[in-house]
């Protein structure tokens, strides 16, 4: 049997397994996509999760979305470079799961930040950061989140771009989803 065939062979039967139907090209029916199958989760982290389970947490009330910056800088002989972003992905767990109604986005690894002397710091502009923010902001809107939260890990110089995305941002994104800066990670 051709590797073609056994491909198709084992996509329908996972399909039917799921109790889903499928097109002769093994392409999912508008069917599928407007009732995916929902199972209770306990999931948070959108990067590790489908599209089948984003819809499902989003129906069923994580209708918020939390974009997390971290930070890659030197941090003395002590600390690794990319601590801010171990630092903001811990955090922003903790805060998706107290939360209840959120899921987090994948963490920012860079922010506004110049490369010093020392090695170990790879930074952004703030105009990057602020087109990133306002980018992933549309995105999660169109994905569905109603509130879509800015927050970070690294101080310095930032709260403002934050703050600026926010107010941009807020009531003019896809459905009307709200926009808020969280100061208060950070401090």
Request: glycine share 12%; net charge negative.
């Amino acid at each position: 049997m051709n590797r073609s065939v056994w491909r198709v062979m084992v996509g329908v039967a996972g399909l039917a397994v799921l109790g889903m139907t499928a097109t002769v090209a093994g392409a999912q029916t508008d069917e599928v996509k407007e009732k995916p199958p929902c199972a209770q989760t306990n999931l948070v982290e959108f990067e590790k999760m489908t599209w089948v389970e984003v819809k499902c947490e989003i129906a069923a009330g994580k209708t918020t979305a939390l974009i997390y910056t971290g930070g890659v800088e030197e941090r003395g002989p002590q600390n690794a470079n990319g601590g801010h972003n171990l630092i903001a992905h811990a955090t922003v767990e903790a805060i998706a799961r107290e939360l209840g109604n959120a899921i987090f986005l994948p963490v920012l690894p860079y922010t506004p930040n110049d490369a010093e002397s020392i090695p170990g710091t790879i930074g952004i502009t703030n105009e990057l950061l602020a087109a990133m923010l306002e980018r992933i902001a549309e995105q999660a809107a169109l994905n569905g989140f109603r509130n879509v939260i800015l927050m970070g890990d690294h101080g310095g110089g930032q709260p403002q771009v934050y703050e600026e995305v926010a107010k941009k941002l807020d009531g003019n994104l896809s459905g009307g989803a709200r926009v808020f800066y969280c100061d208060q990670v950070y401090r």
